[in-house]
């Protein structure tokens, strides 16, 4: 018997117990080369045991091995979602859910139906609309007040970066035309001032901070919703990128230990601690003190999230170069940095010599920019690169001259592919207010590859889907499958998305496999298909690397494993 990791021993050790579950008939991608191989795998005690022929691996079964008929599919390691909110899209799940229509109809459709079927509800709550579904990508109070006048709504964007509120919740928070935008928010306004009905980035905390908090049971059913959700999509382990209290959501670093300690949470998962950006380095012994209690079963609170600017379609996201407007012409407008330059650098040298690593939301170029000089500053300090693992997500806008610094300072990518395509929502309000010349610079997943960057992957869910497949699809076609929730609204293929920026099918399965597993301190037992590694494993339907890139999204996951143990199984009549 041959093994794909050279492991000497294995041969041996096989003969003295039989394997608990094998899996042939198929082609493994192992995400340690380019290509699958044509190999079985053996699994015991939760560990893979061997990746050899498929005589070699039914060679150590017995008759109460489960034999795993991969027919024809893929097996791989079980996808790693580096960037996700399963805790908060649990609840909006369990809430005034939007994320499943897509016009202004749908919307107020589901919201009034919600309404009615919750008549206790002193809060109508919940999200997931779309910015591209209504002229200027904002929604207004009128809208909410038609179908109810006498709660207070508040419906975060898909992209959390914004809430749609009605009048009686901005009635209830005392927000009005004299109420002044916070330094780390807008409130759009009808032309007298009075607030038209959204809120973007921290003036959604104005009204949010009135809504009452989700009780903890609530909370933990969210999370398991959205457990259960993740592994049907092939996810064995995740980072959440969010972790602490936010508006209407009890402190999810609780939930997340609660279901470690009471062996609900079958993933692996790293919590990412929230940094707040109200404070300073102050706030730095609450985050050591979280990271000591926050390592339970498989939770480990062992990351700090630091937030630096927004979004592109709302203008908030950090550039270098000002936004256009309507007519193409520079405005006074560069977007926010959240934090100063310098508190920013003082925040990561600390954190970075504290051994944490550090997890940026950095979406334009100039906060791109801003995070690297504050790693750069962090490597000095320090005195060389440590083994941190600092990552910077998201990445829509990175100017060329920091394509390089991400190899050079150790400081992975991590990318959300599936926004990388032309949508509704790029071509609609992105492009227009970047110009065609910077537009050509978004999501440039190939330069940082060919730079020599790490890419690590994940979703944003529940900013979008959180189907690894989907998000791979994107990052080898730089188009979206037509069955995902952002293709465009008539479903008609579009251009590529800049390909030279495209991804092949293995570097994409990497990053979502490998890529993260490094991401998460995970990859001495996780990311790749090895002798000795947990069988943390996927069984897709289809080899994809067998079929046309086009049709990588319609793949669907058959079988989910953690631990060599069965969490999900496709219901075989959906087949």
């Given at each position: 018997?041959?093994?794909?990791?050279?492991?000497?021993?294995?041969?041996?050790?096989?003969?003295?117990r039989?394997?608990?579950?094998v899996?042939?008939?198929?082609?493994?991608f192992?995400?340690?080369s380019?290509?699958?191989?044509?190999?079985?795998?053996a699994?015991?005690?939760?560990?893979?045991?061997?990746?050899?022929?498929?005589?070699?691996?039914?060679?150590?079964?017995?008759?109460?091995?489960?034999?795993?008929?991969?027919?024809?599919?893929?097996?791989?390691?079980?996808?790693?979602?580096?960037?996700?909110?399963?805790?908060?899209?649990?609840?909006?799940?369990?809430?005034?859910?939007?994320?499943?229509?897509?016009?202004?109809?749908?919307?107020?459709?589901?919201?009034?139906?919600?309404?009615?079927?919750?008549?206790?509800?002193?809060?109508?709550?919940?999200?997931?609309?779309?910015?591209?579904?209504?002229?200027?990508?904002?929604?207004?109070?009128?809208?909410?007040?038609?179908?109810?006048?006498?709660?207070?709504?508040?419906?975060?964007?898909?992209?959390?970066?914004?809430?749609?509120v009605?009048?009686?919740?901005?009635?209830?928070?005392?927000?009005?035309?004299?109420?002044?935008?916070?330094?780390?928010?807008?409130?759009?306004?009808?032309?007298?001032?009075?607030?038209?009905?959204t809120?973007?980035?921290?003036?959604?905390?104005?009204?949010?901070?009135?809504?009452?908090?989700?009780?903890?049971?609530?909370?933990h059913?969210?999370?398991?919703?959205?457990?259960d959700h993740?592994?049907?999509?092939?996810?064995?382990?995740?980072?959440?990128?969010?972790?602490?209290?936010?508006?209407?959501?009890?402190?999810?670093f609780?939930?997340?230990?609660?279901?470690?300690?009471?062996?609900?949470?079958?993933?692996?998962?790293?919590?990412?601690?929230w940094?707040?950006?109200?404070?300073?380095?102050?706030?730095?012994?609450?985050?050591?003190?979280?990271?000591?209690?926050?390592?339970?079963?498989?939770?480990?609170?062992?990351?700090?999230?630091?937030?630096?600017?927004g979004?592109?379609?709302?203008f908030?996201?950090?550039?270098?170069?000002?936004?256009?407007d309507?007519?193409?012409?520079?405005?006074?407008?560069?977007?926010?940095?959240?934090?100063?330059?310098?508190?920013?650098?003082?925040?990561?040298?600390?954190?970075?010599?504290?051994?944490?690593?550090?997890?940026?939301?950095?979406?334009?170029?100039?906060?791109?920019?801003?995070?690297?000089?504050?790693?750069a500053?962090?490597?000095?300090?320090?005195?060389g690169?440590?083994?941190?693992?600092h990552?910077?997500a998201?990445?829509?806008?990175?100017?060329?001259?920091?394509?390089?610094?991400?190899?050079?300072?150790?400081?992975?990518?991590?990318?959300?592919?599936?926004?990388?395509?032309?949508?509704?929502?790029?071509?609609?309000?992105?492009?227009?207010?970047?110009?065609?010349?910077?537009?050509?610079?978004?999501?440039?997943?190939?330069?940082?590859?060919?730079?020599?960057?790490?890419?690590?992957?994940g979703?944003?869910?529940?900013?979008?889907?959180?189907n690894?497949?989907?998000?791979?699809?994107?990052?080898?076609?730089?188009?979206?499958?037509?069955?995902?929730?952002?293709?465009?609204?008539?479903?008609?293929?579009?251009?590529?998305?800049?390909?030279?920026?495209?991804?092949?099918?293995a570097?994409?399965?990497?990053?979502?496999?490998?890529?993260?597993?490094?991401?998460?301190?995970?990859d001495?037992?996780?990311?790749?298909?090895?002798?000795?590694?947990?069988?943390?494993?996927?069984?897709?339907?289809?080899?994809?690397?067998?079929?046309?890139?086009?049709?990588?999204?319609?793949?669907?996951?058959l079988?989910?494993?953690?631990?060599?143990?069965?969490?999900?199984?496709?219901?075989?009549?959906?087949?």
């Amino acid at each position: 018997m041959t093994s794909t990791a050279g492991n000497a021993g294995t041969a041996d050790t096989a003969q003295q117990r039989p394997a608990d579950t094998v899996f042939v008939g198929g082609r493994v991608f192992t995400a340690t080369s380019a290509a699958p191989i044509e190999a079985g795998v053996a699994v015991r005690d939760g560990r893979i045991l061997a990746v050899a022929d498929d005589a070699a691996v039914r060679a150590l079964a017995d008759a109460d091995t489960e034999v795993v008929d991969l027919a024809g599919g893929l097996l791989l390691p079980g996808f790693q979602d580096a960037h996700v909110h399963p805790a908060v899209a649990g609840l909006q799940m369990l809430r005034c859910d939007l994320s499943g229509q897509r016009s202004p109809e749908g919307y107020l459709s589901a919201v009034a139906a919600y309404a009615r079927a919750h008549p206790a509800a002193a809060w109508i709550s919940g999200g997931g609309w779309s910015m591209d579904v209504f002229p200027g990508g904002l929604p207004t109070r009128a809208m909410l007040d038609a179908i109810v006048p006498d709660r207070p709504v508040l419906l975060t964007v898909r992209d959390g970066h914004g809430a749609w509120v009605n009048s009686r919740a901005l009635e209830l928070a005392g927000v009005d035309r004299n109420t002044p935008d916070p330094a780390d928010g807008r409130i759009d306004r009808e032309p007298d001032g009075t607030p038209s009905g959204t809120l973007q980035e921290g003036a959604m905390d104005l009204v949010g901070d009135h809504m009452p908090v989700a009780t903890a049971e609530d909370a933990h059913a969210g999370l398991m919703v959205a457990q259960d959700h993740l592994l049907s999509l092939g996810v064995t382990s995740w980072q959440d990128a969010m972790i602490g209290a936010f508006p209407g959501n009890p402190d999810n670093f609780d939930v997340y230990r609660r279901a470690a300690r009471e062996g609900d949470l079958k993933a692996r998962v790293v919590g990412a601690l929230w940094w707040d950006r109200d404070r300073g380095p102050e706030q730095i012994p609450d985050l050591e003190e979280r990271r000591r209690t926050g390592r339970i079963g498989r939770f480990n609170a062992t990351t700090v999230k630091i937030m630096l600017d927004g979004i592109a379609e709302n203008f908030t996201a950090a550039m270098l170069d000002p936004y256009l407007d309507r007519c193409g012409c520079p405005t006074a407008n560069h977007g926010l940095s959240f934090l100063p330059p310098a508190a920013l650098t003082e925040a990561v040298c600390a954190l970075d010599g504290l051994g944490f690593q550090i997890h940026f939301h950095a979406l334009g170029d100039r906060a791109v920019r801003e995070a690297l000089d504050a790693l750069a500053a962090a490597r000095e300090a320090a005195g060389g690169a440590g083994d941190n693992r600092h990552h910077l997500a998201h990445l829509q806008l990175v100017h060329p001259d920091d394509i390089p610094r991400f190899a050079e300072l150790g400081a992975a990518a991590n990318i959300q592919a599936l926004w990388a395509a032309h949508e509704p929502q790029m071509d609609e309000l992105t492009i227009p207010f970047l110009g065609d010349e910077r537009a050509a610079l978004q999501y440039p997943f190939g330069d940082l590859q060919r730079a020599g960057a790490r890419l690590v992957a994940g979703s944003d869910w529940s900013v979008s889907s959180p189907n690894p497949l989907w998000g791979i699809h994107v990052a080898v076609n730089r188009a979206v499958p037509l069955g995902a929730p952002n293709a465009p609204r008539d479903r008609a293929p579009r251009a590529p998305f800049y390909p030279r920026q495209a991804l092949t099918l293995a570097q994409a399965l990497t990053a979502y496999t490998a890529g993260s597993a490094w991401a998460n301190h995970m990859d001495d037992v996780t990311g790749t298909v090895e002798p000795g590694k947990y069988a943390d494993l996927v069984v897709l339907d289809r080899d994809p690397f067998e079929h046309p890139a086009e049709e990588i999204g319609d793949t669907r996951v058959l079988r989910t494993y953690i631990d060599g143990r069965l969490v999900y199984a496709a219901d075989p009549t959906h087949a």
